[in-house]
Every structure is written in structure tokens, then in C-alpha cells.
């Protein structure tokens, strides 16, 4: 874990009316100082006499330094995959986040306060300002109240916490103790501190480096993490007991990591992955018409002998939760839905939520209208499209291709630099469409978890 330990100082108290005339930004390992950083900032407004008075930053010396947007590219790469730690951290994150959302960047990073982590660490001293907490500690302040000489104590004082090592990890980072809790094996826990929190897909390798499980996460670490500790079945005991070495491919979107993950089960075909090698999706939602010419709907596990699902679903309870509250908001009956068994009207009925195709008192072309929006739920409303989607990096985006109602592939491009949708069909690289694949674009779409769609007439 590394950790970017800030100061910053500004024109006054208000983020939301002051701006930052100095940050200092120095990157901890754990161990070391690996990176700095330092630099005035022309806040654009005039600096008050009394700040003045109390950092020694004056409106001359801020005149030519460069501006917050001209250093706020340096400020996210040099704090990206580290936790924001600073003395009363609070104030100086929100400065920076106000800053960047007048960019219209939304800047986000997990914080730790060395103030509140130095009261229960370190208990006993009558302040815990920064400047008498050092007093106490002996730590040298070079530059009081300047971003630097600021920032540089903090660094003292955090390797001070640092060195209480278990009650710092459960303060300081209780996700990361929580993650590790159960994880006996230190060769295990080595594996994971190399692995990102981020989303895409990963791959486990034995000692013979066999590929044995490829999943996908949102939050790969997490989901790692948990397969790490699972004792809960024989074959993810005996899985877990064979992991060897980890790896994993960013993809940034979800969508593209569910499509990834599809593509490389059924390429690789791992040992632990028997089930999704098959499919992904185990019950579908048949529909056909009785002799009255009503749509009857209803829940089936996969099978040839049912022919064609109209939606598929990963299980049964996925597939009920998502039918029953379909069968409420489009008033269907719960008897041509195969849920309740009757010679008479559903319990629907009775209580006004079926509008009587059970007993023939609505007709078939009223109810089945109603049945057709539902399956329209489950069908692209057009043939060519892109789905725009998150990348794996600040100004990235993926895309994925849909074409004549068929798959054809992701890509990446850069959304400073790509603005049409040729070029962003350029960026597509081409893979294999098949029923998974179809289900899981569709269910993507149905859950309206993606940027945007663009609509492409004709390729």
C-alpha cells in the first residue's frame, strides 16, 4: 500500500470560496519516501495580508507559479492507488476536491487523519495540533505553515504510527485489515498486496503455472481476498490450497470484464471453471401460446427440449425476483405465468393486479400487447451500436460494438482525441459473439449500468 501524505496551504478556510497557493505531495511505501512533489499555485484571487502574515506566501511570489489546472494532471497521477493522509486531512482533502470539481473532474481517494490515528496511537499529549504534537515528538519543522515543511513532519509523525504496526493497520486502513483477516498464509498475503482494487478480470496459476480459475470483480483485491480465505466448500478449499501465482487484466468497465471473462473461460477452459465453461446462464423464460391464443410465460432450467429462451438468468432465485416483479408492473396473470394453479381467476385478479385473462375477460391481443413489452425488455430497440463505458484510465473510454444485432468486439479510445463514432468503431477489436455474450450485453443495458449508447444508422 503507499500512501500520498499532503499539505496545502490556501487563502483562507472556505473551500468553497478560497483557493490553494501551495501543495506538497510526498508518495510513502510503508517504508520510504519514493516520490515528491512541491509546488506554489496561483490561487487567481488575492491572498489576504493576515495569511500572508501567518504562511510567507505573498501575492508576488504566486504571480507566475502555475495554476491549479496546470498541476491537477501531476496531482492525479502522483497520489493514484494511494490512500490521501494528511494532519487534519479533512481540510486539506476538500480544498483539492473542490478544486477538481471546478474542473469537472470528480477527484476521489480513501483518506486517513494523522490526528484522529495520533490520539488513539499515541494518547497522552495536551494538544494535538501539528506543530505542538512535533514539540512533544521531537520532530524538526523546517518552514512552518509551508506546504513542504508541513507535509515533511507529517511524514515523521506518520512513520512514528506507522511503527505501531497492528493497531495502525486496524485504524488506519480497516478495510485492508478486514481483507487480510483469515488469510494465514503469508505467501497469500504477499500475492494480494501486489493485486489492484480495481475492475476487470483475473487469473490464478498453479506451481506448474497451469491456469486453473479465471474470474472477474469490480474490485479484483476484494474478490481475490475472498477466494484466499474461502473455506466454506471442498473444491474452493482445494483451489485456494493450489494458487500459486495471481494475475489480472484492467479493463475498467465491467461490461468488458464480464465480456472477457466469457471470452477466456470458453478459450482456456480452467479446471475450476466447469460450470461457466458450459454457460453462464442456467434458467430461462420460455414463452408460447395456448389454444386461446393468450402468451404463457414461464421459468424453465435451460434445456433443448424447451427450445429458445426468451431472457436467460445466472439462477433461479435471480430469475423469480426479476419475474415477479415484471408480472406486477405489467398486470400479468399469475396463472398463465405458471404461478398459481386455479380452474378460476388468479389471486391477481381478486385483488385488481390481473385484469382477467385467466377467465377470458380480457382478450388475448390486450394481454398479449402487454406480454410483447415485456419481451421487448430483452431485445436491442436497434440493430447498430455503441456502448460507451468507463476505461481503465482518466480520460479513457471503452466501446463496445453491436452490429446487425450481433457482438463484434471492444475497444479503447481517448476521449480528448476520438469525438466520432468511426473512430471509435476503429478502436473495436474483433471477438466472438454467442448466446452468453448476447445475455450478458442485454442484461447490461437492462440494468442501464453504462455511460451512454450511440446509435449507429447503418455500418
Known sequence: MKYAIIDIETTGG??????????????????????????????????????????????????????????????????????????????????????????????QRKTLDTVRLSRKLIPGHASYSLGKLCNDLNINIRGRHRAAGDALATVKLFEILLSKQEAFAELANPEKFKLLKGIDSSFHRELLEKIPEKTGVYYFFDNENKLIYIGKSTNIKKRVAQHLRNSAAKKAIEMRQRIFQVSCEITGSELVALLWESEEIKKHKPIYNKQQRRTLFSVGLYANYDINGYANLKLEKISKKHGEPVATFSNMPEAQKYFYAQIEKYLLCQKLCGLYKTEGACFHHGVSMCKGACIGKESHLDYNKRVKELIANFEYQVSNFLIIDKGRSLHENSAILVENGQYRGFGYFDSRFVKSKQDMIDSIKSYKDNRDIQQIIKSYVRHDKYQKIIYIEQL
Not at 64 to 79: L, M
Open 14 to 107: 472556505n473551500p468553497k470560496t478560497e483557493k490553494i497557493t501551495e501543495i506538497a505531495i510526498y508518495v510513502h511505501d510503508g517504508e520510504k519516501v519514493i516520490d515528491e512533489y512541491s509546488t506554489l499555485v496561483n490561487p487567481e484571487k488575492g491572498i489576504p495580508p493576515f495569511i500572508t502574515g501567518l504562511t510567507g506566501i505573498s501575492n508576488e511570489m504566486v504571480e507566475n507559479a502555475p495554476k491549479f489546472f496546470e498541476v491537477a494532471k501531476e496531482i492525479v497521477n502522483r497520489t493514484e492507488d494511494t490512500i490521501f493522509v494528511g494532519h487534519n486531512a479533512n481540510f486539506d482533502y476538500s480544498f483539492i476536491k473542490q478544486e477538481f470539481k471546478s474542473l469537472g473532474y470528480d477527484y
